[in-house]
């Protein structure tokens, strides 16, 4: 089936309703990332360069630009599509980034510092079981519209499948609100306790603390 990459970058990009992106296009082999911050249109202007990188070997990624709205959830079964629905983190994007395999991006309807967002997408990504490693504030997901050219998900014919678009509607989800506030509280009381942290070894006595070898030497701890 044909597909109008221009078409589908284009709902992609409107639905996280921003004015600049982060635009990565990344060799498949060595890792090295080519990082470009682009308009909407100016990215639509280089399908046709993306397409023939894509063929190359390399992946098509995007980002918005921070600071945004966005948080970005990474590696869902479609039982956890469904589940964000439900549980009220209703997406505005929806990848197939692979077979099977789904990214979302959530608007939270305001933005938020980097480590509130990071709290926040490790939060949604506990819910529903989402790859927790992924969940922080600067991960970029699969552009729709380009192939996923990992060599594992070559086809029988030597073609890759598409990252496919399914969903592209700008809406804040519901639990928005309650999820930034309960974020906040988290990432203040990390912050606590680390500053209770630092003041508490500030005033220690440098010759009270022990090396490690001196637990070692000792019997009692075997």
Request: with cysteine; hydrophobic share 40%; aromatic share 10%.
């Amino acid at each position: 089936m044909r597909v109008d990459t221009k078409e589908v970058v284009r709902r992609h990009l409107r639905a996280l309703g921003t004015d600049r992106f982060e635009l990565g296009i990344q060799h498949r082999d060595t890792g090295a990332m080519d990082l470009r911050i682009l308009g909407a249109e100016d990215i639509l202007g280089l399908v046709g360069f993306l397409k023939w990188k894509n063929q190359s070997a390399h992946f098509i990624r995007i980002r918005p630009k921070w600071p945004h709205p966005f948080v970005f959830i990474d590696d869902l079964t479609i039982e956890s599509v469904y589940a964000l629905d439900r549980r009220g983190f209703a997406p505005s994007v929806v990848v197939e980034s692979s077979p099977e395999n789904f990214q979302a991006w959530l608007n939270l309807g305001r933005r938020v510092g980097k480590e509130v967002m990071t709290v926040i997408a490790r939060q949604v990504a506990s819910t529903i079981d989402a790859d927790q490693g992924a969940a922080n504030w600067r991960q970029a997901g699969a552009l729709a519209g380009f192939t996923n050219c990992k060599p594992k998900h070559q086809r029988p014919d030597g073609l890759y499948p598409f990252a496919r678009l399914h969903m592209a509607r700008h809406q804040v989800f519901p639990r928005a609100k309650s999820l930034v506030r309960d974020a906040e509280r988290v990432h203040a009381a990390e912050q606590a306790a680390r500053e209770r942290a630092r003041a508490y070894y500030a005033g220690r006595d440098p010759g009270r603390v022990k090396d490690i070898s001196a637990f070692h030497e000792r019997a009692k701890y075997e």
